[in-house]
């Protein structure tokens, strides 16, 4: 690891102000990520801003009839909050689906929207990646390529949306709170706030330099049956192959978004409005445009059986 200075921020303008002055800097809370990269010096911050006494920290109600997620609320608080089991269940089981118990007691919900790809080759500084350094290639393309994105890739990047939160968040409509530089707020749909690659892999979000999440707000509880399956090489601490987040009524309405496809969360809403006529109608509006390597072109089928599973269940 290289060597890096490091001091706390006293307020959320103050940290966003710090990182903005300084280009090498980085935010770190739970660091469960970020800590991991700068091991490897695929992240080589030579300044850390803690932003961990700058409160934040809890789950409140909003005046809407939903809750606000103070962006260092831990992944164990929220998912063991009485109203996010209740009203948002679907929340709670996708998070509890992710790492292990000992990583959710450290990391923070807006770490967690922020962690970077787990594609081998980003975590491989011997090979070419476009997401790490920008114009070297991606090997991933023409490489092993059985954990990777099979839609919203493009040539110069195919790798997948670690996050198990973000595809609950994205069913639930949650949007996402900040706080930039000059201590200017602003709110980002989660629909918009994960960037597809195009040709700036690197540029993974819509925060600007030194931009803070500050919280995470999700509107009133939608109801229904709230179902979230992950399938995985391996029970348990193991990212997602596929992984279906959906919230069902019992006219057959609902929405969907699906994970370990795409570099973000992947919704469409004409796949939510096919969710009456069932699973492969659902799979087809997903995966339409899909551009799978011979490796990972049984995720197509899988996003399916997965879907016609998830369905069976909230039918009973």
């Not at 800097?25 to 961990?52: Q, S, Y």
Request: glycine residues 10%; aromatic residues 4%; hydrophobic residues 40%.
């Amino acid at each position: 690891m290289k060597a890096f200075t490091y001091e706390r921020a006293a307020s959320p303008a103050e940290a966003a102000r710090i990182v903005a002055q300084r280009r090498d800097a980085k935010f770190i809370a739970g660091g469960t990520n970020l800590i991991d990269l700068m091991k490897l010096e695929i992240e080589t911050p030579t300044h850390l801003v803690d932003i961990r006494g700058i409160g934040l920290d809890r789950v409140e109600d909003t005046a809407e009839g939903g809750l606000r997620i103070g962006t260092l609320v831990t992944n164990t608080q929220l998912a063991c909050d009485l109203r996010v089991r209740r009203d948002y269940g679907l929340l709670a089981r996708a998070i509890v689906a992710g790492a292990s118990g000992q990583l959710r007691n450290k990391a923070t919900t807006g770490g967690n929207l922020l962690q970077r790809t787990r594609c081998p080759y980003f975590y491989d500084i011997n090979q070419a990646c476009n997401k790490r350094q920008p114009g070297s290639g991606c090997a991933g393309i023409g490489g092993i390529s059985r954990q990777l994105a099979v839609i919203g890739g493009s040539s110069d990047c195919i790798a997948t949306n670690p996050s198990d939160m973000a595809v609950a968040l994205r069913v639930l409509d949650a949007s996402v709170g900040t706080v930039r530089a000059d201590g200017r707020t602003r709110v980002i749909p989660i629909a918009d706030f994960h960037r597809l690659p195009g040709t700036t892999p690197d540029v993974e979000t819509l925060l600007e330099p030194g931009e803070l999440v500050t919280a995470v707000t999700l509107p009133p509880p939608v109801g229904g049956r709230h179902i979230y399956q992950k399938v995985r090489d391996r029970a348990s601490y193991a990212f997602a192959l596929v992984s279906v987040a959906a919230v069902i009524h019992d006219d057959g309405r609902g929405r969907v978004a699906v994970g370990g496809v795409a570099p973000k969360p992947w919704r469409v809403s004409a796949a939510d409005a096919a969710m009456p006529r069932g699973a492969k109608a659902v799979a087809h509006e997903l995966m339409k445009g899909a551009q799978p390597t011979d490796e990972n072109a049984f995720k197509l089928s899988l996003v399916e059986r997965t879907l016609a599973y998830v369905m069976a269940q909230a039918r009973g």
